[in-house]
Structure formats: structure tokens, C-alpha cells
């Protein structure tokens, strides 16, 4: 707009200027002009007065002619030559009369011409008269009157000069001056015309700008609307969403179609009223829709789960989410709400509320159960340990009191049949023999008891080692089941801890009984050996092996096994801290007991 | 010069069969002091001054052979013959670091005792069987050495 307001006078100005420069040029032209006329006024004057000097002469010659002759033909050309000198004297007037100057001096020059044809004419009318002809006078006063005309003549054209001088040099200064303004002009009109064309192709350069720009626009905007009409036909198409916009006030604007399905009311009588007419009555009596459109402008989106009312009064339960729409300039324009019914999975969570609080009621109880039931296992494990330790000792106390007491009866009763053998002396009525038979039967009594206590706390487990008690028990064992053994141990197997190796030998003495008991096996092998900072003892069978289903009932543990004896030989590995593994099939059973010896005094022992 | 014994145990009927034994066997053997237990057997090797001290290993208290290095330290002169059930390859070795000159089992009291009693008095030593016992009874005893030979046969 300024660009076209400041256009204008400068376009303006360079016309005003042309048309300056143009009559400046039509002046100088003039001023041109004017110059050519003045020479050839200059011109013409300088002709008029040759040819009246000419046709002076002529008329001169005629007249001296006739004043000779007294011929008619040079009185003729005479009058022809002054007549024509009046006309040309006229002439010469009218050229000059423009400048005062010349006039007088015209006006001399005609004097003195009139003077000159006057005598002239008195001349002949004296001639024709027939009067004497004094030519010398005639010649004198005659060259004395062409010299007075020539000089007046002269200073006619000389004058004339002098004007034409002065008047070209003023049309030429004219004429330089006209140039001058023409050229200034046409200078400035050219420098404003030049302004003027920056400014319109600015102009012009703006408005393309202006052009592309509002073309992006339009462009823009035509995507926009696209976009913004596929998101219409998006919106409208959602049939799990109601979503709705409001207006700043809370009117519905607009309804798809999942809000039509989800509230029951069509678009046409739900356009312009209150979103409030969702709420249940008591919602709205408490002011909740308006709280609701209040938090949404505070914190520009809320999110709240409630009761809403359909068209039919049914309730759904509705997830509603509400966001404030607000245009460039952060004015309120109103508001979107999406809203899902979540009465089954508000149902759903319901129902899975109160089966968490059942089921966590249950765990609780089954926990406590668990950990009583955790309590009874410890306490009856520790019952088990405990009985283990007690029966060891009770085994350990018998068998001492077998070998101490018992033993010790034995022996004195074979001491003392021996003395007795010796105070009877030789044979009386075979009194020896039945002496010997007694001392032998107190000797195998003694024997007995001691192998029986040995049994049940064996001396040299704990004197030599599993290494050395082992065969010595698979050798008793070997002749009461006839069973073959075999026994397996590495060369410098060593000492274990004392526990270790009752625990292993009681595992022996009881793996032993199983296979003597149950498997039917003609054989057993025992192996003893370390693995890294394991001992490990295994009894292996080619019996029946252990019944699958028993196998299955006893668990990780054997805490459910059926036989005391699986169970025991476990608890007792159990309390060590190893594994007890049982691997039984069609072709016998191995039971393999695996402790961590961790006692360092035993692995120095056995590297010593 | 009667030689005197003093005799421990924590069984009467082993110090009476003892007595019997001795009695019977030598008559210049005299039974100065019966023991009933450790403690009272170094006493009373302190006191009666005997020539051979016989001591069952296990007596309530102060064991046998606690008695025996006891004795040994104490009673200068006074010989001891560990007298005992137990039957083990250690016996012979605890019995030497006791400072005991001997040991008889009590099974074979009435073939070893006098024996054994015999030779500490002449100034020896009697450790079981393994000094007099034939081999074949030893092997007979020894269910480990007994055991090795079944596997060699394996």
C-alpha cells in the first residue's frame, strides 16, 4: 500500500517532468527556429537593399542614358528601375521596421533615395524640356548622392549585422538553455521513471511473494481441510467411542456416531444442549459436570471414571476423558470428550477386586497353614535328626554295655573255665571235654557280643576310618546274607570328620539291609571315593530295584517316603548339607550318598 | 619276697575272677589293693607301692590308660599291665604311649595273663596277641585282613 501511495507521485512527477522536458524541447526548437529566420531575415534585408542598389544603378544609367540620348527605351527602363526601387525601398522598410534603429535609418536611406530620384527626375524633366545637360555637375552631385546612399546602405547592413549577431546569440542562448532543461528534465523524469520501476517491481516482487505465499496458504489450507475431513469422517465412523465436542459453555457441538450408540440420544436432539444431561440427577445437583469443566480449563486435561446416564435412564459406568480446546491466542473455544463405557470391565475389576481379596484371604490362610505346617516339617525333623542322634547314642551305649558288662561276664566265665580246666586235670569221666565245649561256647558268646556291639558302634570307625571299618562290616555282613560285596575306595581316600563318617557308615549299614531285605540281589558294590570337596559313598545292587510307584511317593526329600530307612539315610545326609540320590531300575539300585567335607583338618589328614 | 598287684576294674566279677586266677596261679603273688576306677588306682599305686599294676581300659572317671601314664610318672618301679576288652590295632599303640609295658585281652585272660605278668616281672614287655599269639589266630581276628583276601580272590 505505501509502496503504491509513494509510487504515484513519483510516477507523477517524472510525467510533469516529461512534459516540461517536451516543451522545453518545443521552445528550444523554437529558439532554433527563431535563430534560422533571424539569418535569413538578415538575408533577405541584405538582398532588398542589393537589389535597390542594383536597380538604383540600373535606374542611374537608364537616367544617364536618356540625359545622353534622350532615348525613349532608357526613360522607359528608367521608370521600370524607379518604380521598382519605391517598391523595394518599401520592402526594405517593412524588413526593419521591427528595430527602431533601422527604421531610422530606413527612413534615411529613403530620404535620401527620394532626394536622389528627385533630382533624378528633375534631371530628365529638365532634358525633356530640352535643357542643357552640365554633366561634370550632374556626375559630381550625382556621386555625391550615391556615396550618401551607399553610406546610409551600409550602415543599414551593418547594423543589420550587429542584430543578426545579437539576435542569434540570444535564440542561442535560448536554445542552450531550452537543451539545458531538456536535459535536466528528461534526466530527473528518467531518474523518477527509474524509482518508480524499483518501486513497482518491488511491488510487483511483494505481491508474487505475496502470491506464493497465499498459494502455500491455499494449499495448506486445503490439506488441512482435508485432513481435517477425514478426521471428521474418522471421528464420526468410531462406534467404541463417544467422542463429543462442547462448546465453551458445555453445549454439544458435535456427536459421532459411537456417541449416539454409547448414550442412546441422535445427533439431531442432542446439538446445543448441555453436556450436563448425562449425569445422574444427584451429579448434578452437587455441580459436578460444572467442576468437571472447570478442572478440565484448569489442568487442560481430566480424566475421571463415573455414572452416566442414557437416553433410556439406564446407568453405564464411563470412562471419560475431557480436554480444553483453546484457539492461537489461548481463548477458550471449548472442549473434546471421549467417552467409553467400562461398566463390564468396571464389573470385571470388581469381581477381580473381591477374588484378589478372597484369594489374598486365602493365601494368608494357606500361608499360615503353609508355615505351620513349615513348623511341624522343621520340628519334625528335627524330631527325626534328633531320633537319629538318639538311637547313634542308644546304639553306642548298648554296644559298650554289651562289650563292657556282658563282655566282661563272658570273659571272666571263660577264665575261669579255663582254670577250672586246669584244676581238674586230666580227664575225669570227660569232665575235660565238657569244660572245653563251655569254654569254646563262652568263647563264641564273647565273640558274639563283641561282633554285636561292634555293630552297633563299630571301634574301628572311629580308630582307623571308613576306609579300613568298610570291609571289615561288608566281611561280617558278606557271611550273615550271603550276599557277595565288593568294595571300591580310592587309594589315599583318607579321614573324614567323625560325624561324616558315622553318618556314612550308618548310611552303609542301612543301604546294606535294604539290599539284604528287599532287593533280592546276589550282589552289592560299594564304592567310596571324592569328588573335588565331595565324599562320596555308593551302594549299588542287581536287584529288583525300588517299586516305580514308591520311588514317585517319596518327593525331592524323601520326607514322604514310606520307608524309614530311604528317609533316615537322606535326613542323616540332609543334616550334613550333601544329597542323597537314589537311581533305581529293572537292573538293581543305586543309592549314592554325597557330603561336602569342608572340615580342612580332614583334607590335611588325608594329604599327610 | 611276695610280688605285689594291685588290681583294678570297674567289674567286681573281673577282680574277683583276677584274684582267682592269680591265686591259683602263683603263690607268691599277692593282690595288695583292688581299684575300682582310675583315680583310685593311682592312689593307691602311690601308696601300696605294688610291683605290677593290672588296669581294665574302660573305668569310669579316669580311664586306664590315663591311669597308666599316671602311675608310670608317679610310682617309679611299679610296672603296668593294661588288662581289656577292647580288641583294635590301636590298643598296642595307646598303650606304648601310655607308658604301659603290656596288655592282655580279657578273653584271653587265662592264657596270657600269668604270661604277661611273667614277663614284666623279668623286666619285658607283653603287648597281646602280636607277642605271643600265633598268626593263624591273628588273621582269625582281623576280619580286614581277612576281607583283602576275598577280594584277591575276586
Redesign the interface.
Known amino acids: 500500500m505505501s509502496q503504491r501511495a509513494k509510487a504515484r507521485p513519483v510516477f507523477l512527477s517524472a510525467i510533469l517532468l516529461l512534459g516540461l522536458c517536451a516543451v522545453s524541447t518545443f521552445f528550444s526548437f523554437l529558439a532554433f527556429r527563431a535563430g534560422e529566420r533571424l539569418v535569413s531575415h538578415t538575408q533577405e534585408v541584405r538582398a532588398a537593399i542589393g537589389d535597390l542598389e542594383a536597380t538604383l544603378n540600373t535606374a542611374g544609367r537608364a537616367r544617364m542614358s536618356f540625359l545622353l540620348s534622350g532615348d525613349s527605351d532608357d526613360l522607359s527602363e528608367y521608370r521600370t528601375a524607379t518604380a521598382h526601387a519605391t517598391g523595394q525601398l518599401a520592402q526594405i522598410k517593412n524588413l526593419t521596421h521591427d528595430n527602431a534603429v533601422q527604421r531610422v535609418n530606413c527612413e534615411n536611406l529613403e530620404t535620401i533615395t527620394r532626394n536622389r530620384l528627385q533630382i533624378w527626375e528633375q534631371e530628365i524633366t529638365e532634358k525633356q524640356q530640352g535643357k542643357a545637360v552640365h554633366l561634370p555637375q550632374l556626375l559630381a552631385q550625382n556621386v555625391e548622392m550615391a556615396q550618401k546612399s551607399a553610406a546610409q546602405t551600409d550602415e543599414i547592413r551593418r547594423v543589420e549585422s550587429e542584430l543578426l549577431q545579437m539576435r542569434v546569440q540570444a535564440a542561442h542562448k535560448r536554445f542552450i538553455l531550452a537543451t539545458a532543461l531538456v536535459s535536466a528534465t528528461f534526466s530527473l523524469a528518467l531518474i523518477l521513471l527509474y524509482f518508480y520501476y524499483r518501486l513497482l517491481s518491488r511491488e510487483l516482487v511483494f505481491r508474487e511473494q505475496a502470491e506464493q505465499s497465499a498459494h502455500e496458504a491455499y494449499l495448506r489450507e486445503v490439506t488441512f481441510r482435508q485432513d481435517e475431513q477425514r478426521f471428521r469422517v474418522f471421528i464420526q465412523a468410531v462406534k467404541d467411542y463417544a467422542i463429543y465436542t462442547l462448546d465453551a459453555q458445555g453445549n454439544v457441538v458435535s456427536w459421532n456416531e459411537g456417541a449416539e450408540r454409547l448414550k442412546g440420544y441422535s445427533k439431531s436432539e442432542v446439538i446445543g444442549s448441555n453436556f450436563s444431561r448425562f449425569f445422574p440427577a444427584d451429579d448434578i445437583q452437587d455441580g459436578k459436570p460444572q467442576r468437571e469443566l472447570e478442572a478440565a480449563i484448569r489442568e487442560g486435561l481430566t480424566q475421571e471414571e463415573g455414572w452416566r446416564i442414557r437416553k433410556d435412564g439406564s446407568r453405564f459406568w464411563a470412562s471419560v476423558t475431557m480436554t480444553a480446546i483453546r484457539d492461537n491466542g489461548g481463548r477458550l473455544i471449548g472442549f473434546v470428550k471421549v467417552t467409553r463405557d467400562f461398566t463390564d470391565r468396571m464389573l470385571a475389576q470388581e469381581a477381580l477386586r473381591r477374588a484378589n481379596a478372597e484369594l489374598v484371604a486365602e493365601v494368608a490362610d494357606r500361608k499360615a497353614a503353609e508355615l505351620k505346617l513349615a513348623k511341624s516339617e522343621r520340628s519334625l525333623r528335627e524330631l527325626s535328626i534328633h531320633l537319629l542322634r538318639t538311637q547313634d547314642e542308644e546304639r553306642k551305649r548298648i554296644g559298650?554295655d554289651l562289650?563292657?558288662?556282658l563282655?566282661?561276664?563272658?570273659?571272666?566265665l571263660?577264665?575261669?573255665?579255663?582254670?577250672l580246666d586246669?584244676?581238674i586235670g586230666t580227664n575225669r569221666n570227660g569232665a575235660n571235654e565238657q569244660v572245653a565245649l563251655c569254654i569254646r561256647l563262652a568263647?563264641d558268646a564273647?565273640?558274639e557280643v563283641?561282633t554285636i556291639s561292634y555293630l552297633l558302634y563299630p571301634?574301628?570307625l572311629e580308630?582307623?576310618g571308613l576306609k579300613?571299618a568298610i570291609?571289615?562290616y561288608?566281611?561280617?555282613f558278606?557271611k550273615r546274607s550271603n550276599i557277595?560285596t565288593?568294595?571300591d575306595a580310592e587309594a589315599d581316600f583318607g579321614r573324614l570328620p567323625p560325624e561324616i563318617e558315622l553318618a556314612l557308615f550308618r548310611i552303609l549299614q542301612e543301604g546294606l539291609t535294604n539290599v539284604h531285605r528287599h532287593s533280592g540281589s546276589p550282589t552289592a558294590n560299594v564304592r567310596l571315593f571324592r569328588s573335588e570337596d565331595m565324599a562320596i559313598l555308593e551302594v549299588k545292587d542287581s536287584g529288583k530295584g525300588i517299586p516305580t510307584q514308591l520311588l514317585q511317593q517319596t518327593g525331592g526329600d524323601w520326607t514322604g517316603s514310606p520307608g524309614v530307612g530311604l528317609r533316615g539315610m537322606n535326613e542323616r545326609v540332609m543334616q550334613l548339607g550333601g544329597r542323597f540320590e537314589v537311581v533305581s531300575a529293572g537292573g538293581g539300585t543305586v543309592i549314592r550318598a554325597v557330603v561336602p567335607i569342608s572340615d580342612p583338618v580332614a583334607n590335611l589328614t588325608r594329604s599327610a | 619276697m611276695a610280688t605285689r598287684i594291685l588290681i583294678a576294674d570297674d567289674h567286681e566279677i573281673v577282680l574277683e575272677g583276677i584274684r582267682t586266677l592269680l591265686a591259683r596261679s602263683r603263690r607268691e603273688w599277692e593282690i595288695c589293693g583292688e581299684a575300682r576306677n582310675g583315680k583310685d588306682a593311682v592312689e593307691m599305686a602311690k601308696t601300696l607301692k605294688p610291683d605290677i599294676a593290672i588296669l581294665d581300659v574302660t573305668m569310669p572317671g579316669m580311664s586306664g590308660l590315663q591311669a597308666a601314664s599316671e602311675i608310670v610318672k608317679s610310682s617309679v618301679g611299679c610296672k603296668v599291665l593294661i588288662f581289656t576288652m577292647h580288641e583294635s590295632t590301636r590298643l598296642e599303640i595307646e598303650v606304648r604311649s601310655a607308658g604301659a609295658q603290656g596288655y592282655v585281652l580279657k578273653s584271653q585272660a587265662a592264657r596270657d595273663l600269668v604270661r604277661a605278668i611273667d614277663a614284666l616281672l623279668a623286666g619285658g614287655t607283653f603287648y597281646g596277641p602280636s607277642a605271643e599269639g600265633s598268626k593263624a589266630e591273628k588273621e582269625k581276628t582281623n576280619p580286614s585282613a581277612r576281607f583283602r583276601l576275598t577280594l584277591a580272590f575276586a
Open positions: 559298650r562289650h563292657d558288662s563282655g566282661q561276664y563272658l570273659a571272666v571263660k577264665m575261669n573255665l579255663e582254670s586246669s584244676v568263647d564273647l565273640k563283641r571301634p574301628l580308630e582307623m579300613s570291609p571289615w561288608l566281611d561280617g558278606s557277595q565288593t568294595f
